[in-house]
């Protein structure tokens, strides 16, 4: 009986990893569609990845696009990008680190956060940037 009690926490604890998972390949899949959206010049896909909060704040595409080629240069026209380290800190949230080579070559790394919305999508609720220290040695 204590071996299939073991089993079944271990079983348990599989599932959890595996949903984790899922969720983190979800939110990383809103992430990955919205920059290519922003490579491709698709400012109304790009918007649609964002959070009601963030909505709210920039109520329309435009002004949201403002706000990303003023701020978030790198992010608007990344050259190329990879997933870093990721976790969900509470049910239906995650925090993904992007690894991004911004337009003027540099690198530079995006800690994004995301929220799991009611239809089952993961959207945007914030981003934070921060250039990468490339001074040689």
Known sequence: ???LS?????????????????????????IDAQLRAFQAGDNDSAY?????????IFPTVDAFMGMVANGYQPVAKPKSFSFGESNEPAAGLVAQEVLIVGPDGK??????????????????TGVSLKAENTLAT
Do not use: F, H
């Open 1 to 3: 009986m204590r071996m």
């Open 6 to 30: 073991a089993i079944a926490i271990i079983l348990a604890g599989a599932g959890a990893a595996i949903c984790g998972e899922a969720e983190i390949k979800a939110a990383q899949g809103s």
């Open 48 to 56: 649609s990845y964002a959070a009601p909060n963030i909505k709210r």
């Open 107 to 124: 690198d530079y790394r995006a800690l994004y956060t995301l929220e799991l919305q009611p239809d089952g999508t993961y959207r945007i």
